[in-house]
């Protein structure tokens, strides 16, 4: 085929690269654990976390080599971890992630899934007091972790945490859905800035998202139990 051919068919840029060289030649990651590095950074919030995020990254795609059999068939494996105060020991696919587990075999659905991609910022739970996006973590890397959820704040209603309250008092939930998440996320705001800004709160609770547009409430809800 003559290059004006090739041209033509979009096989050669006008650099004379082809697409695959292109990509390979300008180093660029296309896959799951570039993009969930990039999420878990914007997620945690706070300066000089490229140093943990690229850690992440890194211990990401060494589990998942080693735990994936010569097949490519997943192996099960045994992970202890804390969930709201309580020592658990589950049994986890390599490929399972936070969110699955917690929702499907620890029965704790109030951590929703939505994008699953790291978008929304639903399933947000603490990781070692960090918020951190379930649907991103794969299950086997928290061995050895304290996960909080949505179900940690408060024990009966009888007994409602801070933000729990401020939530209903504010009207700052609708349709419920974003709400784990975005108490989730002002719980480690609070613990990181015990006494923000509105400008801090909005910069902070930027990346949870709330699709029936409640977040001046949610705002104002954050700033009562701050102040």
Not at 62 to 75: H, L, N, S, Y
Not at 108 to 125: E, Q
């Amino acid at each position: 085929m003559s290059e004006k051919e090739k041209k033509r068919k979009g096989r050669v840029s006008k650099t004379g690269l082809s697409r695959r060289e292109f990509l390979a030649g300008t180093g660029i990651v296309i896959g799951g654990a570039a993009i969930g590095g990039t999420a878990l950074l914007a997620a945690c919030g706070g300066d000089g976390e490229t140093e943990t995020v690229t850690q992440t990254v890194t211990q990401t795609q060494t589990v998942t080599t080693t735990v994936v059999g010569p097949g490519g068939e997943a192996i099960e494996g045994i992970v202890t971890l804390k969930v709201n105060g309580e020592d658990i020991t589950i049994k986890t696919n390599d490929n399972w992630t936070l969110a699955y587990v917690l929702r499907e075999k620890l029965g704790l659905t109030g951590t929703k899934r939505a994008c699953d991609d790291g978008s929304c910022g639903f399933c947000t739970v603490l990781m070692d007091n960090r918020p951190v996006l379930a649907c991103l973590v794969l299950a086997i890397e928290t061995g050895g972790k304290s996960i909080e959820t949505v179900e940690g704040l408060a024990r009966n209603s009888a007994n409602l945490h801070p933000l729990q309250q401020a939530f209903i008092d504010h009207d700052a939930l609708q349709c419920g859905l974003c709400t784990p998440g975005q108490m989730m996320t002002a719980k480690a705001l609070l613990a990181f800035i015990p006494n923000p800004t509105d400008a801090q709160v909005r910069e902070y609770m930027a990346g949870a998202l709330c699709r029936c547009g409640a977040h001046p409430n949610i705002v104002a809800a954050i700033l009562e139990v701050a102040g």
